[in-house]
């Protein structure tokens, strides 16, 4: 009788236990759904998509359509690296498809996907025009600072040479933005490996990027000191970024 009774407080333990982790799992999945559509990224460089954000015991799935493959891309960033995710599953579909790489179109879009991400420039003032390789930006700048910036940003993968057309304001606005924006961690994460996979001079670096409460931290190997220092410009002009830490090591 005794070893019966044993028996039927053990199983009720144990579907209580099961009961409790499925209830835990699926307010971890939730709290995923629910981070992944209030990020940085999602709330402004994806706005315009139809993206499905679906998370099953930490693995994600994404569907739908965005408009191009840097939105696609950065939809998989900012989802991997939220608390919790074990792996993402991206079924994401181009609304049109891609252009060609290499073309003067691919080109231009990643030079304009690349401007995005840095806030000490204005993408939506700076026009890109590109030929056989060769990009050429106008348009307007703050600040002679704010121009030397934006041809940096501009030497994305790809490009043979930026001539940097863009004429300076009469009545320059200042560029200084001691106050950083609040963006959650997964979305700043997002945004400096995309800029650094986009960047011609740190494309193949083999860099680690994380972020806590706005602390950016790069682990890799750079080839020199010149090499480390640009990392560490890319990445700290990045919307949200409060300081970078570059661990990277000299070759």
Same mark, same amino acid.
């Given at each position: 009788?005794?070893?019966?009774?044993?028996?039927?407080?053990?199983?009720?333990?144990?579907?209580?236990?099961?009961?409790?982790?499925?209830?835990?799992?699926?307010?971890?999945?939730?709290?995923?759904?629910?981070?992944?559509?209030?990020? =940085?990224?999602?709330?402004? =460089?994806?706005?315009?998509?139809?993206?499905?954000?679906?998370?099953?015991?930490?693995? %994600?799935?994404?569907?739908g359509?965005?408009?191009?493959?840097?939105?696609?891309?950065?939809?998989?960033?900012?989802?991997?690296?939220?608390?919790? %995710?074990?792996?993402?599953?991206?079924?994401?579909?181009?609304?049109?498809? &891609?252009?060609?790489?290499?073309?003067?179109?691919?080109?231009?879009?990643?030079?304009?996907?690349?401007?995005?991400?840095?806030?000490?420039?204005?993408?939506?003032?700076?026009?890109?025009?590109?030929?056989?390789? @060769?990009?050429?930006?106008?348009?307007?700048?703050a600040?002679?600072?704010?121009?030397?910036?934006?041809?940096? =940003?501009?030497?994305?993968?790809? &490009?043979?040479?930026?001539?940097?057309?863009?004429? @300076?304001?009469?009545?320059? /606005?200042?560029?200084?933005?001691?106050? /950083?924006? /609040?963006?959650?961690?997964?979305? @700043?994460?997002?945004?400096?490996?995309?800029?650094?996979?986009?960047?011609?001079?740190? &494309?193949?670096?083999k860099?680690?990027?994380?972020? /806590?409460?706005? @602390?950016?931290?790069?682990?890799?190997?750079?080839?020199?000191?010149?090499?480390?220092?640009l990392?560490?410009k890319? %990445?700290?002009?990045?919307?949200?970024?409060?300081?970078? %830490?570059?661990?990277m090591?000299?070759?």
């Amino acid at each position: 009788m005794k070893t019966n009774v044993l028996k039927s407080f053990v199983l009720v333990a144990a579907a209580l236990l099961a009961a409790n982790a499925s209830l835990l799992a699926s307010e971890t999945d939730s709290n995923t759904e629910s981070a992944a559509k209030s990020s =940085y990224v999602f709330m402004n =460089y994806l706005q315009g998509d139809d993206v499905k954000v679906d998370s099953k015991d930490g693995v %994600v799935t994404l569907s739908g359509t965005v408009k191009q493959q840097s939105h696609k891309d950065l939809a998989q960033e900012t989802v991997t690296n939220l608390p919790g %995710v074990k792996n993402v599953d991206n079924r994401l579909e181009l609304k049109t498809p &891609s252009p060609l790489e290499t073309s003067n179109e691919w080109l231009a879009m990643k030079v304009n996907t690349a401007l995005l991400f840095h806030r000490n420039v204005n993408a939506a003032n700076t026009q890109v025009y590109v030929e056989e390789g @060769i990009v050429t930006l106008r348009g307007e700048a703050a600040s002679e600072a704010q121009k030397e910036l934006t041809t940096e =940003y501009a030497k994305v993968e790809g &490009s043979r040479e930026v001539r940097n057309e863009m004429t @300076i304001a009469q009545a320059p /606005k200042s560029t200084d933005q001691t106050l /950083k924006e /609040k963006i959650d961690d997964a979305s @700043i994460t997002a945004q400096a490996k995309m800029a650094l996979l986009l960047h011609r001079s740190t &494309s193949a670096l083999k860099t680690s990027v994380s972020t /806590k409460e706005g @602390i950016v931290t790069v682990n890799g190997k750079a080839a020199n000191a010149a090499e480390k220092d640009l990392v560490t410009k890319l %990445v700290n002009d990045i919307h949200g970024v409060n300081r970078v %830490v570059n661990n990277m090591s000299q070759e």
